[in-house]
C-alpha cells in the first residue's frame, strides 16, 4: 500500500483565518514533504522532514509554519496568507531519508485545493 | 544547474497511435529519475523509478527507459484514459532529499 491521505480536499479561508492542513501516512516512511503546485506548474518543494525533524526550508514564507507530531503525521498551519497562496497543496512521504541511495521514490497524496479570498 | 526539460508540452494521439515522450535532464550525480502521472486537480500518481542507464521497467501500456542524459516513457496503443500530464523529475546526488520536476507533458488521446 503507497497510500498517503490528506485533509481537507477544498479549503476556503479569508486573509485572517487560520487553518491547517492534515497529510498522513501509515507505510513507515521517514521522510515527509509539502509541495506547492500553481495551475499548470510542476510541484514547488516547501519543506522536508527527515526522521521527524525539519531539513529543509525553501525559504517559504512564515506564514507557512509546518509541524511533525510523528513519524505518520505532517501538518501544514497557515496564517495570514494572501491571495496568491491559493495553490494545490500536496504531501509526499518517501521510505528513506537523507543521505539514502535507495527507497528515495516519493509517493503523493491527493492534495489540498487552497483558495485564499 | 540541475535542470529537467520535456518535450513536447503538449501531444495529441488517437487512441491505438503509439508514441514516446522526452525527459532530458542535467544532474549531478544522478541518484534516480521518477515519472508521474496527474489528472487536473489532483496529485502525482508515481508510475517509475529508473536508477541507472541502461535500465528499463514496464507498466502495462508504458514503458519507461533512461541513458545518461536522457528518459523516454514510451507509450503503445494508448488509450482515452491515458490522457494526463506526465511529470519527470530527477533527485541529484550527495544526500540531497529534493526532487527537480519538469514542467511536464499534457497527453491527450482522443477515441
Known amino acids: 500500500d503507497t497510500e498517503v491521505t490528506q485533509t481537507p480536499k477544498h479549503l476556503v479561508m479569508g486573509m485572517t483565518n487560520k487553518k491547517s492542513l492534515k497529510c498522513e501516512q501509515h507505510?513507515?516512511?521517514?521522510?515527509m514533504y509539502w509541495y506547492k503546485q500553481k495551475a499548470k506548474k510542476p510541484p514547488e518543494l516547501m519543506f522536508v522532514y527527515s526522521y521527524e525533524k525539519l531539513s529543509i526550508n525553501e525559504s517559504v514564507p512564515s506564514r507557512f509554519s509546518p509541524e511533525c507530531p510523528n513519524s505518520s503525521l505532517l501538518n501544514l498551519h497557515l496564517h495570514a496568507l494572501q491571495p496568491e497562496d491559493s495553490a494545490l497543496y500536496l504531501c509526499?512521504?518517501?521510505?528513506?531519508?537523507?543521505?539514502?541511495?535507495?527507497?528515495?521514490?516519493?509517493?503523493f497524496g491527493p492534495g489540498t485545493r487552497l483558495l485564499v479570498l | 544547474e540541475d535542470q529537467v526539460t520535456q518535450s513536447p508540452e503538449a501531444l495529441r494521439l488517437q487512441e491505438g497511435e503509439s508514441s514516446s515522450l522526452n525527459c532530458s535532464y542535467t544532474v549531478s550525480g544522478l541518484r534516480g529519475l521518477f515519472w508521474y502521472r496527474q489528472d487536473p486537480g489532483k496529485g502525482p500518481e508515481f508510475l517509475f523509478t529508473?536508477?541507472?542507464a541502461g535500465e528499463e521497467k514496464e507498466k502495462e501500456r508504458l514503458k519507461a527507459t533512461l541513458t545518461k542524459k536522457e528518459s523516454f516513457l514510451h507509450i503503445t496503443a494508448p488509450k482515452p484514459e491515458d490522457s494526463a500530464t506526465y511529470l519527470c523529475?530527477?533527485?541529484?546526488?550527495?544526500?540531497?532529499?529534493?526532487?527537480?520536476f519538469g514542467k511536464g507533458t499534457k497527453l491527450t488521446v482522443n477515441p
Open positions: 509526499a512521504s518517501s521510505q528513506a531519508a537523507a543521505g539514502a541511495s535507495g527507497g528515495v521514490t516519493q509517493y
Open positions: 507505510m513507515g516512511h521517514r521522510a
Open positions: 529508473l536508477y541507472s
Open positions: 523529475a530527477v533527485r541529484r546526488g550527495g544526500g540531497s532529499e529534493k526532487l527537480v
